[in-house]
């Protein structure tokens, strides 16, 4: 619920400036990484991240923030433009089991957060399935067409991935 998620974040923000009161000065920096599940799907997700910013503005001059969000970025590009203002930065991922609406729109929003002028990098989880591996490799260039920054990654696996030395290269 929202009510928790707020407390929260106000509980943070008090452990957080106690913990940087004993910092050095140059080493007063947080990291708060949004994620989930799908945590852009909260039906609130606009408004505790506008939370965040209130709340962290009686510590602006003591300690430095960066929030970040992990996500698939397969949300409304509506929503995603409203959740941008709160964001520093992105790290998305793709996955090539995602429909092609899936895929339309993760390609949409991420050049939204790159015009945007927020940090931004994908990591491309590539499969041991030859076609959905070459998916991935075609999905790299065309993140490099449009200059974002990404990221190949092997997908573990209890069940055993078997990448070919190619695949691996």
Known sequence: PKE???QALEFMFEYVDQYMQRKPKGLKYVMLNVYGGESLHHPDIVEILSHIQEKYQPYANSWHLTVTATTNAIVSNKKLKNIIPYVDEFTVSYHTE?????????????ITIRNSGKRLKCIVMMHDNLQMFQEAQEFLAWLADNQIRSLPKQIDSDSGRSYNQQQIT
């Open 4 to 6: 928790e998620c707020i």
């Open 98 to 110: 995602s429909t092609d609406k899936q895929n339309q729109q993760f390609k949409e929003n991420l």
